[in-house]
């Protein structure tokens, strides 16, 4: 008798965790299809409809080389992308601690926006849900358990929108027409292989620094004070992101993957995500 109780008991822990599971997951999707409904709704026009190679005359060498190699005359310029990621993240704010991700993304080249709606391995069959966005000039970090129980929703904010748009800038190495002037980006020379970029979005703007490699490609980002979240404040620290496996896409040579990572007071690097684009598909002017 005590046994089929048992049975019973089991069963009903499994019901109920395989219903939660839907139930997350359906609640989640409905948010996701919200967030890029609002994404869509932002979009403004985008000038001009292609690269004209004249427009990047006055830039720093460095920045005129990177655009003549992985983008030609009368390249269409990007309207908008859609990534699959596959990677790790590291669930640790002072060690390396990695778990497996996937995601998929959505952006916006005008207005600057995205979403990043990925699923974090927590344990077998149950993953953290996490949007990572920029929508209409507000940053939105959103994380929760089983899409249901929610770790950390940040929003709003000054910081939150600084941090977002900067990520929108950095990855813009993926969509590369979108860090042309025409688009609004200011370039500022450092040295023969590093430039300056800013980017102004309403009352935000961030710069990032530039180091371009020996073939002419972006290697390196770096900011030097974006917000961190730590023992649940936030303090700015400088944050660091690389590219390399550069290919073709579209006649567009964009790196396939990615690290980024903070730098800590001492001077090292914790890095927190490291993934590989599956698959890129772009929407173009004209």
Do not use: C
Request: hydrophobic residues 45%; charged residues 20%.
């Amino acid at each position: 008798m005590w046994r089929s109780a048992i049975v019973l008991i089991i069963l009903a822990l499994v019901v109920g965790i395989v219903g939660a599971i839907a139930l997350g997951t359906y609640r989640w999707h409905l948010g996701t299809k919200e967030l890029r409904a609002n994404l869509e709704a932002a979009r403004s026009p985008i000038k001009p409809l292609t690269f004209d190679a004249r427009e990047i005359a006055d830039l720093p060498q460095p920045v005129q080389r990177y655009f003549r190699t992985v983008i030609k005359d009368g390249q269409p310029l990007i309207l908008a992308a859609r990534v699959s990621h596959e990677g790790t993240f590291n669930m640790s704010e002072t060690a390396e601690k990695w778990s497996a991700f996937t995601s998929t993304q959505v952006v916006i080249t005008q207005r600057p926006g995205f979403d990043w709606d990925g699923r974090i391995a927590m344990m077998p069959g149950i993953n953290a849900f996490v949007h990572d966005a920029y929508i209409s000039g507000e940053g939105i970090l959103h994380a929760a358990l089983l899409g249901l129980v929610t770790v950390a929703d940040i929003r709003g904010t000054p910081e939150a929108a600084q941090g977002e748009l900067m990520r929108f800038f950095a990855e813009a190495a993926w969509y590369p027409t979108r860090l042309l002037p025409s688009q609004g980006v200011r370039w500022e020379s450092i040295d023969n292989s590093t430039a300056r970029a800013t980017l102004k979005d309403g009352d935000t703007a961030v710069s990032l620094d530039f180091r371009f490699d020996e073939a002419g490609l972006i290697a390196t980002i770096r900011a030097e004070a974006r917000a961190r979240t730590v023992k649940g404040g936030l303090m700015f620290a400088p944050w660091i992101g690389r590219f390399w496996d550069y290919e073709v896409r579209d006649g567009m040579r964009i790196p396939l993957s990615g690290e980024v990572a903070w730098q800590l007071p001492d001077g090292s690097l914790l890095p927190y995500w490291r993934g590989r684009i599956m698959n890129i598909v772009y929407e173009f002017a004209g």
